[in-house]
């Protein structure tokens, strides 16, 4: 079970943090993944962790603005999202997986498990 946090309504320029805890022992073997979805489109990549990684992947349109970090203690991933601007409001999906291939990381259908969404609303 994931459950995501953390959107609201700022202005173009302020960060955010999106939070997604998830529930287990195994959170540590997951890749998680968040997703954005904006009203009549399809969920598109922002970023993934892989649980045999430390580098993230990111989308390159929010490469330098976004920094995706996990804490498997807390079974808890973050998304710091800074200079945030009009096209990042979306409502943002987190996702998890234990053995989604690299490939395949892209690919909402692809990834097993999903939180509910947070609205990020940038908006001056």
């Known amino acids: 079970q994931l459950q995501a946090s953390g959107g609201g309504v700022v202005q173009p320029g302020d960060s955010l943090r999106l939070s997604c805890a998830g529930s287990?022992?195994?959170?540590?073997?997951?890749?998680l993944g968040w997703f954005r979805q904006v009203p009549g489109g399809a969920r598109t990549f922002v970023a993934a962790y892989r649980s045999t990684s430390s580098n993230p992947i990111y989308v390159e349109h929010v490469k330098g603005r976004f920094t995706f970090s996990r804490d498997n203690a807390k079974n808890t991933v973050y998304l710091q999202m800074n200079s945030l601007k009009p096209e990042d409001t979306a409502v943002y999906y987190c996702?998890?997986?234990?053995?989604?291939?690299?490939?395949?990381?892209?690919?909402?259908?692809?990834?097993?498990?999903w939180g509910q969404g947070t609205q990020v609303t940038v908006s001056s």
């Open positions: 996702a998890a997986d234990p053995s989604i291939i690299l490939s395949s990381i892209r690919r909402d259908t692809a990834w097993r498990y």
């Open positions: 287990g022992s195994t959170f540590s073997r997951y890749t």
